[in-house]
């Protein structure tokens, strides 16, 4: 936590940030046709990958959570199947399989040559009003500011094509996953009904464009509230903690 300058155990309202940003993706997914009603709880869209993860999130004046995303940090002798990605469809097919988990122990292999973290970055979701704003990129370029600021790191993601994502991410400086000189191609996830990509993320790589918007940026998530649900703790392989960051 030596990294952020204003870290507050704040129980209550970290897990009211907690549930809200659930319920946040639980409405964008459903009015995306992600997920029905019957995939929700209590309107709230639940992942265990959400336990342990940092959330960045975009929330107003009255803490309402307007934007979210997730990153969740692993120790290099993590395993594929120990992975998010591991339960895509295209990493369970017959055909791309076995290729997506060579390219994907990769990535693994590379943040262990250059002694970084690994990462799993997903759970993105907008409110609609946000979408095609300014917010919208600051927050994705907020997740290579945030990434930074933890070390640094070796970055991967599935990403929806739904709202040109896909492609927006790409343009700050996401890559596809390739085997063997070829690029692992774009799939179907029945799961969410939409077309999905997977990507990499270099966390000193990104669109050179951008690099005073990510600088900016780091030094505004250093002075940001960062929640915690108790005292912080710093644990081995990653910290359990929860980052928000406020939108004008």
């Not at 907690?18 to 029905?36: H, I, K, S, T």
């Not at 070796?154 to 996953?177: D, E, F, H, K, P």
Request: aromatic fraction near 10%; hydrophobic fraction near 40%.
């Amino acid at each position: 936590m030596q990294f952020f300058h204003n870290v507050q155990p704040m129980p209550d309202l970290y897990q009211g940030l907690f549930a809200n940003m659930q319920r946040l993706r639980g409405d964008v997914y459903l009015e995306d046709g992600a997920v029905q009603a019957k995939d929700l709880i209590d309107g709230r869209h639940f992942l265990d990958i959400d336990e342990g993860s940092w959330h960045l999130l975009v929330v107003d004046h009255a803490d309402r959570v307007s934007g979210c995303m997730r990153y969740r940090e692993y120790s290099h002798d993590v395993s594929f199947p120990d992975l998010s990605v591991s339960g895509s469809p295209l990493a369970e097919s017959e055909q791309w399989g076995p290729k997506v988990r060579i390219a994907v122990e990769s990535e693994i292999a590379l943040s262990r040559t250059l002694l970084l973290p690994f990462l799993e970055i997903g759970g993105w979701a907008l409110r609609e009003e946000v979408r095609r704003t300014s917010e919208a990129l600051r927050m994705a370029l907020a997740s290579y500011s945030l990434v930074r600021l933890l070390g640094g790191g070796v970055a991967i993601s599935t990403v929806t094509r739904r709202n040109c994502s896909a492609s927006i991410l790409r343009r700050l400086g996401g890559r596809s996953l390739n085997h063997a000189q070829s690029e692992v191609p774009a799939y179907y996830d029945h799961r969410y009904a939409c077309e999905m990509e997977l990507l990499k993320f270099y966390s000193w790589d990104p669109n050179p464009r951008y690099e005073s918007w990510i600088d900016e940026l780091t030094r505004e998530i250093r002075s940001t509230r960062v929640l915690t649900a108790d005292a912080p703790a710093v644990h081995k392989n990653y910290l359990r903690a929860q980052a928000a960051t406020s939108s004008d």
